[in-house]
Protein backbone atom coordinates (compact mmCIF):
# COMPACT_ATOMS: atom_id res chain seq x y z
CA UNK A 1 0.00 0.00 0.00
CA UNK A 2 1.19 3.40 -0.85
CA UNK A 3 -0.34 6.42 0.32
CA UNK A 4 -0.95 9.06 -3.01
CA UNK A 5 1.70 10.99 -3.56
CA UNK A 6 1.45 15.08 -3.03
CA UNK A 7 3.43 17.95 -4.11
CA UNK A 8 5.98 18.78 -1.59
CA UNK A 9 7.94 22.44 -1.62
CA UNK A 10 11.07 22.69 0.53
CA UNK A 11 13.00 25.52 1.08
CA UNK A 12 15.95 24.96 3.52
CA UNK A 13 16.80 27.14 5.94
CA UNK A 14 20.44 26.68 5.39
CA UNK A 15 21.07 26.38 1.68
CA UNK A 16 23.10 24.18 0.13
CA UNK A 17 26.56 25.84 -0.88
CA UNK A 18 26.74 25.65 -4.60
CA UNK A 19 29.85 24.20 -6.07
CA UNK A 20 32.01 26.13 -7.96
CA UNK A 21 30.27 27.18 -11.43
CA UNK A 22 27.08 25.62 -10.77
CA UNK A 23 23.78 28.23 -11.33
CA UNK A 24 21.42 28.49 -8.24
CA UNK A 25 18.26 29.50 -9.25
CA UNK A 26 15.90 31.32 -7.22
CA UNK A 27 13.15 28.35 -7.89
CA UNK A 28 13.32 24.79 -9.09
CA UNK A 29 10.30 22.30 -10.22
CA UNK A 30 10.38 19.23 -10.99
CA UNK A 31 7.89 17.71 -13.08
CA UNK A 32 7.56 14.40 -14.69
CA UNK A 33 4.98 15.63 -16.90
CA UNK A 34 5.43 19.10 -18.72
CA UNK A 35 4.06 20.38 -21.80
CA UNK A 36 6.78 22.34 -23.08
CA UNK A 37 7.50 23.42 -26.76
CA UNK A 38 8.66 19.97 -28.09
CA UNK A 39 5.54 17.98 -25.90
CA UNK A 40 5.29 16.05 -22.77
CA UNK A 41 8.42 15.80 -21.29
CA UNK A 42 9.87 14.83 -18.04
CA UNK A 43 11.45 18.26 -17.00
CA UNK A 44 13.25 20.56 -14.12
CA UNK A 45 12.61 23.80 -14.99
CA UNK A 46 14.60 26.78 -13.85
CA UNK A 47 13.14 30.34 -12.63
CA UNK A 48 15.60 33.09 -12.24
CA UNK A 49 14.41 36.46 -11.78
CA UNK A 50 10.82 36.12 -12.84
CA UNK A 51 11.99 33.73 -16.07
CA UNK A 52 12.54 30.44 -17.18
CA UNK A 53 16.68 30.10 -17.47
CA UNK A 54 16.40 26.37 -17.54
CA UNK A 55 14.71 23.32 -18.81
CA UNK A 56 16.45 20.23 -18.14
CA UNK A 57 15.50 16.32 -18.44
CA UNK A 58 14.16 15.62 -15.17
CA UNK A 59 17.14 14.30 -12.79
CA UNK A 60 19.74 16.69 -13.80
CA UNK A 61 19.47 18.04 -10.55
CA UNK A 62 19.27 22.04 -10.59
CA UNK A 63 19.94 23.46 -7.37
CA UNK A 64 17.46 26.10 -6.40
CA UNK A 65 16.64 28.35 -2.70
CA UNK A 66 13.11 26.49 -3.13
CA UNK A 67 12.55 23.43 -5.01
CA UNK A 68 8.75 22.24 -5.70
CA UNK A 69 8.09 18.54 -6.70
CA UNK A 70 4.95 17.75 -8.71
CA UNK A 71 2.43 15.41 -7.33
CA UNK A 72 2.24 12.03 -9.88
CA UNK A 73 -1.16 13.32 -10.82
CA UNK A 74 0.37 16.92 -11.99
CA UNK A 75 1.29 18.69 -14.88
CA UNK A 76 3.10 21.61 -15.31
CA UNK A 77 1.87 24.02 -17.85
CA UNK A 78 2.60 27.39 -19.10
CA UNK A 79 0.27 29.83 -18.11
CA UNK A 80 -2.57 30.41 -20.10
CA UNK A 81 -3.06 33.53 -22.35
CA UNK A 82 -6.85 34.76 -22.81
CA UNK A 83 -7.02 37.33 -25.56
CA UNK A 84 -10.72 38.16 -25.19
CA UNK A 85 -11.60 39.24 -21.75
CA UNK A 86 -13.90 41.63 -20.95
CA UNK A 87 -13.43 43.36 -17.76
CA UNK A 88 -15.87 46.57 -17.95
CA UNK A 89 -14.05 48.64 -15.72
CA UNK A 90 -14.56 51.62 -15.26
CA UNK A 91 -18.15 52.64 -16.49
CA UNK A 92 -19.86 49.42 -15.79
CA UNK A 93 -17.27 47.77 -12.74
CA UNK A 94 -20.37 46.15 -11.59
CA UNK A 95 -20.45 43.90 -14.13
CA UNK A 96 -16.83 42.66 -13.73
CA UNK A 97 -13.78 44.36 -12.46
CA UNK A 98 -10.12 44.45 -13.15
CA UNK A 99 -9.05 42.42 -9.38
CA UNK A 100 -12.00 39.99 -9.74
CA UNK A 101 -11.38 39.35 -13.15
CA UNK A 102 -7.34 38.45 -12.83
CA UNK A 103 -8.11 36.61 -9.77
CA UNK A 104 -10.62 34.53 -11.26
CA UNK A 105 -8.50 34.21 -14.45
CA UNK A 106 -5.56 32.69 -11.96
CA UNK A 107 -7.58 30.86 -10.20
CA UNK A 108 -8.49 28.97 -13.74
CA UNK A 109 -4.43 29.03 -14.61
CA UNK A 110 -4.52 32.22 -16.82
CA UNK A 111 -1.79 34.27 -16.20
CA UNK A 112 -2.48 36.89 -19.07
CA UNK A 113 -5.88 38.55 -20.12
CA UNK A 114 -5.96 41.26 -22.76
CA UNK A 115 -8.90 43.48 -21.82
CA UNK A 116 -11.65 44.03 -24.42
CA UNK A 117 -12.10 47.81 -26.06
CA UNK A 118 -15.84 48.04 -24.78
CA UNK A 119 -18.89 47.43 -22.46
CA UNK A 120 -16.03 49.75 -20.35
CA UNK A 121 -17.14 53.44 -19.88
CA UNK A 122 -15.24 55.14 -21.66
CA UNK A 123 -14.41 52.06 -24.81
CA UNK A 124 -10.50 52.12 -25.40
CA UNK A 125 -10.83 54.27 -28.57
CA UNK A 126 -8.63 56.89 -27.70
CA UNK A 127 -5.48 57.27 -25.96
CA UNK A 128 -6.86 58.87 -23.26
CA UNK A 129 -8.95 56.38 -22.42
CA UNK A 130 -6.47 53.58 -22.79
CA UNK A 131 -4.41 55.38 -19.81
CA UNK A 132 -7.76 55.81 -17.75
CA UNK A 133 -8.53 52.50 -18.10
CA UNK A 134 -4.60 51.22 -17.61
CA UNK A 135 -5.00 53.47 -14.16
CA UNK A 136 -7.57 51.88 -13.10
CA UNK A 137 -6.42 48.03 -13.88
CA UNK A 138 -2.34 49.37 -12.46
CA UNK A 139 -3.02 48.26 -8.69
CA UNK A 140 -5.69 45.68 -9.09
CA UNK A 141 -4.19 43.06 -11.36
CA UNK A 142 -3.35 39.98 -9.96
CA UNK A 143 -1.91 38.87 -13.42
CA UNK A 144 -0.56 40.23 -16.28
CA UNK A 145 -3.05 42.99 -18.40
CA UNK A 146 -2.92 43.95 -21.71
CA UNK A 147 -4.95 45.87 -24.07
CA UNK A 148 -7.00 45.64 -27.24
CA UNK A 149 -8.67 49.09 -28.75
CA UNK A 150 -11.59 49.81 -30.75
CA UNK A 151 -12.31 50.84 -34.07
CA UNK A 152 -15.48 52.21 -34.35
CA UNK A 153 -17.06 55.07 -37.21
CA UNK A 154 -14.91 57.92 -37.28
CA UNK A 155 -11.82 56.80 -35.33
CA UNK A 156 -9.50 55.92 -38.32
CA UNK A 157 -7.16 58.55 -36.67
CA UNK A 158 -7.24 57.48 -33.52
CA UNK A 159 -5.83 53.58 -34.35
CA UNK A 160 -2.14 54.50 -34.64
CA UNK A 161 -1.83 56.58 -31.60
CA UNK A 162 -3.01 53.63 -29.90
CA UNK A 163 -0.95 51.14 -31.53
CA UNK A 164 2.19 53.37 -30.71
CA UNK A 165 0.54 53.42 -27.05
CA UNK A 166 0.92 49.87 -27.00
CA UNK A 167 -2.67 48.28 -27.82
CA UNK A 168 -2.08 45.12 -29.08
CA UNK A 169 -4.69 45.35 -32.02
CA UNK A 170 -8.25 46.52 -32.68
CA UNK A 171 -11.67 45.05 -31.97
CA UNK A 172 -14.52 46.32 -34.83
CA UNK A 173 -18.40 45.02 -34.90
CA UNK A 174 -19.77 44.55 -38.20
CA UNK A 175 -23.25 44.21 -36.45
CA UNK A 176 -24.86 46.47 -33.37
CA UNK A 177 -22.26 45.90 -30.23
CA UNK A 178 -25.32 45.87 -27.41
CA UNK A 179 -24.07 48.96 -26.44
CA UNK A 180 -24.25 53.15 -27.56
CA UNK A 181 -20.38 53.80 -27.30
CA UNK A 182 -19.24 51.38 -29.38
CA UNK A 183 -20.43 51.46 -33.10
CA UNK A 184 -20.21 49.13 -36.04
CA UNK A 185 -17.99 49.41 -38.99
CA UNK A 186 -19.93 49.07 -42.86
CA UNK A 187 -17.51 47.70 -45.49
CA UNK A 188 -15.88 50.75 -46.33
CA UNK A 189 -15.21 51.97 -43.08
CA UNK A 190 -13.84 48.49 -42.33
CA UNK A 191 -11.65 48.46 -45.69
CA UNK A 192 -10.39 52.44 -44.41
CA UNK A 193 -9.53 51.15 -41.32
CA UNK A 194 -7.93 47.73 -42.27
CA UNK A 195 -5.69 50.01 -45.09
CA UNK A 196 -4.87 52.48 -41.89
CA UNK A 197 -3.49 49.11 -40.08
CA UNK A 198 -1.46 48.05 -42.69
CA UNK A 199 0.57 50.92 -43.13
CA UNK A 200 1.96 49.80 -39.60
CA UNK A 201 0.99 46.03 -39.37
CA UNK A 202 -1.89 46.24 -36.82
CA UNK A 203 -4.25 43.39 -36.31
CA UNK A 204 -8.12 44.07 -36.99
CA UNK A 205 -10.00 41.57 -34.96
CA UNK A 206 -13.51 41.28 -35.75
CA UNK A 207 -17.19 40.47 -34.12
CA UNK A 208 -18.61 39.00 -37.29
CA UNK A 209 -22.20 38.64 -37.75
CA UNK A 210 -23.90 40.74 -41.01
CA UNK A 211 -26.21 43.54 -40.11
CA UNK A 212 -29.14 42.84 -42.79
CA UNK A 213 -28.54 39.23 -42.30
CA UNK A 214 -29.54 39.66 -39.07
CA UNK A 215 -32.40 42.05 -39.41
CA UNK A 216 -33.92 40.05 -41.35
CA UNK A 217 -33.69 36.63 -39.38
CA UNK A 218 -37.14 36.27 -37.70
CA UNK A 219 -36.99 37.65 -34.26
CA UNK A 220 -39.50 36.14 -31.76
CA UNK A 221 -38.94 36.83 -28.15
CA UNK A 222 -39.50 34.45 -25.57
CA UNK A 223 -38.40 31.83 -23.02
CA UNK A 224 -37.26 29.00 -26.56
CA UNK A 225 -33.69 28.71 -27.04
CA UNK A 226 -34.84 28.06 -30.63
CA UNK A 227 -36.40 31.35 -31.04
CA UNK A 228 -33.64 32.75 -30.44
CA UNK A 229 -31.22 30.69 -32.34
CA UNK A 230 -33.39 31.39 -35.53
CA UNK A 231 -32.91 35.31 -34.56
CA UNK A 232 -29.03 34.82 -35.10
CA UNK A 233 -28.51 32.50 -38.27
CA UNK A 234 -25.72 30.81 -39.21
CA UNK A 235 -25.88 32.92 -42.50
CA UNK A 236 -25.32 35.88 -40.59
CA UNK A 237 -21.60 34.84 -39.28
CA UNK A 238 -21.06 33.52 -43.56
CA UNK A 239 -21.90 36.87 -44.64
CA UNK A 240 -20.12 39.20 -42.16
CA UNK A 241 -16.77 36.39 -42.45
CA UNK A 242 -17.35 36.71 -45.91
CA UNK A 243 -16.81 40.42 -46.17
CA UNK A 244 -13.43 40.18 -43.51
CA UNK A 245 -11.95 38.15 -45.89
CA UNK A 246 -12.79 40.91 -49.11
CA UNK A 247 -11.53 43.20 -47.05
CA UNK A 248 -8.65 41.27 -45.55
CA UNK A 249 -7.39 40.30 -49.04
CA UNK A 250 -8.00 43.98 -50.41
CA UNK A 251 -5.71 46.11 -48.02
CA UNK A 252 -3.45 42.88 -47.52
CA UNK A 253 -4.03 43.55 -43.67
CA UNK A 254 -4.31 41.42 -40.89
CA UNK A 255 -7.65 40.50 -39.97
CA UNK A 256 -8.60 37.75 -36.99
CA UNK A 257 -12.16 36.19 -36.59
CA UNK A 258 -13.36 36.31 -33.10
CA UNK A 259 -15.79 33.83 -31.62
CA UNK A 260 -16.58 31.56 -34.70
CA UNK A 261 -19.51 30.07 -33.84
CA UNK A 262 -20.70 28.77 -37.26
CA UNK A 263 -18.61 25.66 -38.76
CA UNK A 264 -20.63 25.66 -41.94
CA UNK A 265 -18.07 29.50 -42.33
CA UNK A 266 -14.97 26.99 -41.82
CA UNK A 267 -14.28 26.40 -46.15
CA UNK A 268 -14.17 29.90 -46.57
CA UNK A 269 -11.72 30.47 -43.84
CA UNK A 270 -9.65 27.64 -45.12
CA UNK A 271 -9.63 28.31 -48.46
CA UNK A 272 -9.05 32.26 -47.57
CA UNK A 273 -6.09 31.31 -46.02
CA UNK A 274 -4.65 28.89 -48.33
CA UNK A 275 -5.16 31.67 -50.78
CA UNK A 276 -2.78 33.99 -48.52
CA UNK A 277 -4.97 35.98 -47.29
CA UNK A 278 -3.82 36.95 -43.52
CA UNK A 279 -6.66 35.63 -41.80
CA UNK A 280 -7.01 33.86 -38.61
CA UNK A 281 -9.65 32.37 -36.05
CA UNK A 282 -10.85 31.94 -32.72
CA UNK A 283 -13.19 29.68 -30.68
CA UNK A 284 -14.87 29.41 -27.29
CA UNK A 285 -15.15 27.05 -24.70
CA UNK A 286 -18.87 27.30 -24.74
CA UNK A 287 -18.98 26.70 -28.60
CA UNK A 288 -17.25 23.07 -27.69
CA UNK A 289 -18.69 22.31 -25.07
CA UNK A 290 -22.43 23.24 -25.05
CA UNK A 291 -25.38 22.81 -27.47
CA UNK A 292 -28.68 23.96 -28.73
CA UNK A 293 -30.50 20.77 -27.54
CA UNK A 294 -29.61 21.19 -24.71
CA UNK A 295 -30.53 25.06 -23.45
CA UNK A 296 -33.64 24.84 -21.26
CA UNK A 297 -36.49 26.95 -21.51
CA UNK A 298 -35.04 30.41 -20.05
CA UNK A 299 -32.01 29.53 -19.17
CA UNK A 300 -30.37 32.85 -20.24
CA UNK A 301 -27.30 32.22 -18.89
CA UNK A 302 -26.46 30.58 -22.33
CA UNK A 303 -27.20 33.67 -24.65
CA UNK A 304 -24.41 34.99 -26.55
CA UNK A 305 -23.65 36.27 -29.87
CA UNK A 306 -23.06 34.67 -31.83
CA UNK A 307 -25.11 31.71 -30.47
CA UNK A 308 -24.11 27.95 -29.36
CA UNK A 309 -25.36 26.28 -32.30
CA UNK A 310 -26.28 22.52 -32.85
CA UNK A 311 -24.12 19.36 -31.51
CA UNK A 312 -23.23 18.49 -35.49
CA UNK A 313 -22.18 21.92 -35.67
CA UNK A 314 -19.98 21.62 -32.27
CA UNK A 315 -18.40 18.16 -34.06
CA UNK A 316 -17.46 20.95 -37.08
CA UNK A 317 -15.33 23.58 -34.34
CA UNK A 318 -13.30 20.40 -32.84
CA UNK A 319 -12.51 19.55 -36.75
CA UNK A 320 -11.56 22.91 -37.92
CA UNK A 321 -9.55 22.92 -34.61
CA UNK A 322 -7.85 19.39 -35.21
CA UNK A 323 -7.35 20.46 -39.38
CA UNK A 324 -5.65 24.42 -37.72
CA UNK A 325 -8.15 25.83 -39.80
CA UNK A 326 -9.00 27.43 -35.96
CA UNK A 327 -6.01 28.64 -34.33
CA UNK A 328 -7.25 28.99 -30.62
CA UNK A 329 -9.40 29.50 -28.08
CA UNK A 330 -9.82 32.02 -25.89
CA UNK A 331 -12.98 32.54 -23.54
CA UNK A 332 -14.96 35.61 -24.82
CA UNK A 333 -15.69 36.06 -20.86
CA UNK A 334 -18.76 38.69 -21.38
CA UNK A 335 -20.19 39.30 -18.14
CA UNK A 336 -23.16 41.56 -16.95
CA UNK A 337 -24.81 41.70 -13.56
CA UNK A 338 -27.53 38.80 -12.71
CA UNK A 339 -30.40 41.24 -13.15
CA UNK A 340 -29.35 42.22 -16.63
CA UNK A 341 -28.06 38.40 -17.40
CA UNK A 342 -30.65 36.18 -15.77
CA UNK A 343 -34.14 38.63 -16.13
CA UNK A 344 -37.22 36.77 -14.41
CA UNK A 345 -39.39 36.10 -17.44
CA UNK A 346 -36.23 33.84 -18.75
CA UNK A 347 -37.13 36.30 -22.30
CA UNK A 348 -34.10 35.36 -24.52
CA UNK A 349 -34.49 38.49 -26.49
CA UNK A 350 -33.56 40.34 -23.09
CA UNK A 351 -31.18 38.68 -21.38
CA UNK A 352 -27.68 40.46 -22.07
CA UNK A 353 -25.44 38.04 -24.12
CA UNK A 354 -22.22 36.52 -23.01
CA UNK A 355 -20.83 33.91 -21.17
CA UNK A 356 -18.26 33.95 -17.71
CA UNK A 357 -15.95 31.62 -18.10
CA UNK A 358 -12.65 33.19 -17.48
CA UNK A 359 -11.82 30.72 -14.45
CA UNK A 360 -13.21 27.62 -15.93
CA UNK A 361 -12.23 28.00 -19.54
CA UNK A 362 -9.28 25.64 -19.38
CA UNK A 363 -11.60 23.08 -17.40
CA UNK A 364 -14.38 23.46 -19.79
CA UNK A 365 -12.10 22.63 -22.84
CA UNK A 366 -10.15 19.48 -21.46
CA UNK A 367 -13.01 18.07 -19.95
CA UNK A 368 -14.34 17.55 -23.77
CA UNK A 369 -11.20 17.56 -25.34
CA UNK A 370 -10.20 14.29 -22.78
CA UNK A 371 -13.54 12.68 -23.81
CA UNK A 372 -12.61 13.09 -27.40
CA UNK A 373 -9.70 11.85 -27.27
CA UNK A 374 -7.62 15.10 -28.00
CA UNK A 375 -4.06 15.56 -26.10
CA UNK A 376 -3.50 18.09 -23.22
CA UNK A 377 -0.38 19.44 -24.77
CA UNK A 378 -3.44 20.32 -28.08
CA UNK A 379 -5.73 22.22 -25.64
CA UNK A 380 -1.79 24.32 -24.37
CA UNK A 381 -0.98 25.15 -28.13
CA UNK A 382 -4.98 26.42 -28.27
CA UNK A 383 -5.14 28.18 -24.80
CA UNK A 384 -1.43 30.05 -24.28
CA UNK A 385 0.93 29.66 -27.76
CA UNK A 386 -1.41 30.54 -29.76
CA UNK A 387 -3.03 33.54 -28.08
CA UNK A 388 0.26 34.65 -27.23
CA UNK A 389 1.48 34.60 -30.75
CA UNK A 390 -1.79 36.13 -32.17
CA UNK A 391 -1.01 39.30 -30.11
CA UNK A 392 2.58 39.21 -30.20
CA UNK A 393 3.77 38.60 -26.32
CA UNK A 394 7.08 37.04 -26.86
CA UNK A 395 7.46 36.06 -23.34
CA UNK A 396 4.55 34.19 -23.15
CA UNK A 397 2.86 30.50 -24.10
CA UNK A 398 5.92 27.90 -23.26
CA UNK A 399 7.64 26.39 -20.79
CA UNK A 400 11.19 27.53 -22.55
CA UNK A 401 14.37 29.35 -21.30
CA UNK A 402 13.79 33.11 -21.44
CA UNK A 403 9.88 33.19 -21.18
CA UNK A 404 8.09 34.36 -18.26
CA UNK A 405 8.12 31.70 -15.41
CA UNK A 406 4.27 32.09 -15.82
CA UNK A 407 3.57 28.31 -14.95
CA UNK A 408 0.70 26.18 -13.77
CA UNK A 409 0.77 23.53 -12.15
CA UNK A 410 -2.76 21.44 -13.65
CA UNK A 411 -4.35 18.11 -12.06
CA UNK A 412 -5.96 16.58 -15.43
CA UNK A 413 -7.91 14.13 -13.97
CA UNK A 414 -8.94 15.76 -10.73
CA UNK A 415 -12.96 16.10 -11.01
CA UNK A 416 -15.21 18.54 -9.65
CA UNK A 417 -18.88 19.83 -9.54
CA UNK A 418 -19.00 23.60 -11.16
CA UNK A 419 -20.14 25.63 -8.05
CA UNK A 420 -20.70 29.11 -8.74
CA UNK A 421 -20.09 30.12 -5.30
CA UNK A 422 -16.54 29.10 -5.79
CA UNK A 423 -16.27 31.49 -8.70
CA UNK A 424 -14.38 34.75 -8.69
CA UNK A 425 -16.04 36.48 -10.91
CA UNK A 426 -17.49 39.54 -9.83
CA UNK A 427 -20.96 37.96 -11.10
CA UNK A 428 -21.08 34.18 -10.95
CA UNK A 429 -23.82 33.26 -13.37
CA UNK A 430 -22.79 30.63 -15.38
CA UNK A 431 -24.49 28.13 -17.74
CA UNK A 432 -21.99 25.88 -16.17
CA UNK A 433 -23.29 25.16 -12.59
CA UNK A 434 -23.60 21.86 -11.62
CA UNK A 435 -21.38 20.65 -14.47
CA UNK A 436 -18.94 17.68 -13.90
CA UNK A 437 -15.46 19.01 -15.59
CA UNK A 438 -12.47 17.09 -14.88
CA UNK A 439 -8.65 19.41 -14.59
CA UNK A 440 -7.70 21.65 -12.00
CA UNK A 441 -5.46 24.45 -11.56
CA UNK A 442 -3.96 23.56 -8.41
CA UNK A 443 -1.06 26.23 -7.94
CA UNK A 444 -0.70 29.15 -10.84
CA UNK A 445 3.07 31.49 -10.92
CA UNK A 446 3.28 34.80 -12.38
CA UNK A 447 6.68 35.50 -12.78
CA UNK A 448 7.66 32.58 -10.72
CA UNK A 449 5.72 34.15 -7.62
CA UNK A 450 2.06 31.99 -6.89
CA UNK A 451 -0.38 34.73 -7.53
CA UNK A 452 -1.64 35.81 -3.14
CA UNK A 453 -3.04 38.52 -1.80
CA UNK A 454 -1.55 41.03 -3.35
CA UNK A 455 -1.71 42.42 -7.17
CA UNK A 456 1.89 41.60 -8.80
CA UNK A 457 0.39 41.41 -12.18
CA UNK A 458 1.83 44.50 -14.80
CA UNK A 459 0.43 45.95 -17.82
CA UNK A 460 1.64 44.67 -21.11
CA UNK A 461 2.25 46.49 -24.40
CA UNK A 462 3.10 44.77 -27.62
CA UNK A 463 6.72 44.46 -28.62
CA UNK A 464 7.76 47.77 -30.32
CA UNK A 465 5.56 50.47 -27.69
CA UNK A 466 7.46 51.86 -25.14
CA UNK A 467 8.56 50.30 -22.24
CA UNK A 468 5.87 50.95 -19.59
CA UNK A 469 6.04 51.74 -16.22
CA UNK A 470 4.01 48.78 -15.23
CA UNK A 471 4.47 48.06 -11.90
CA UNK A 472 1.10 49.19 -9.57
CA UNK A 473 3.69 51.43 -7.23
CA UNK A 474 4.38 53.36 -10.31
CA UNK A 475 0.61 54.50 -10.81
CA UNK A 476 -1.70 56.68 -8.92
CA UNK A 477 -4.94 54.53 -8.52
CA UNK A 478 -8.24 55.99 -9.73
CA UNK A 479 -8.94 57.51 -13.38
ZN1 LIG B 1 -16.36 39.52 -26.69
Known sequence: MTTAPTSR????????ATVPGEVRHDLVLRAARAVTPEGERAVEVGVTDGRVAAVVPLGTGLVGDEVHELAADEVLLPGLVDSHVHVNEPGRTQWEGFATATRAAAAGGVTTIVDMPLNSVPPTTTVANLETKQ???ADQAFVDVGFWGGAVPGSTGDLRPLHEAGVFGFKCFLADSGVPEFGHLDDDELRLDLAELRTF???MIVHAEDPDALSSAPHEPGRHYRDFLASRPAGAESAAIAAVIDAARATGARAHVLHLSDAGSLPQIAAARAEGVRLTVETCPHYLSLDAEHVPDGATAYKCCPPIREQGNQDGLWQGLADGTI???VTDHSPATAELKEPADGDFATAWGGVSSLQLGLAVVWS???????ALEQVVRWMSEGPARLVGLEDKGAIAVGKDADLVVFAPDEAFVVDPRRLHHKNPVTPYAGRDLTGVARRTLLRGRPVGDRPTGRLLRHAG?????????????GA
Open 465 to 477: APAPADRPSDHPA
Open 201 to 203: DGL
Open 327 to 329: DIV
Open 135 to 137: RRA
Open 368 to 374: EARRRGV
Open 9 to 16: TTESAVPR
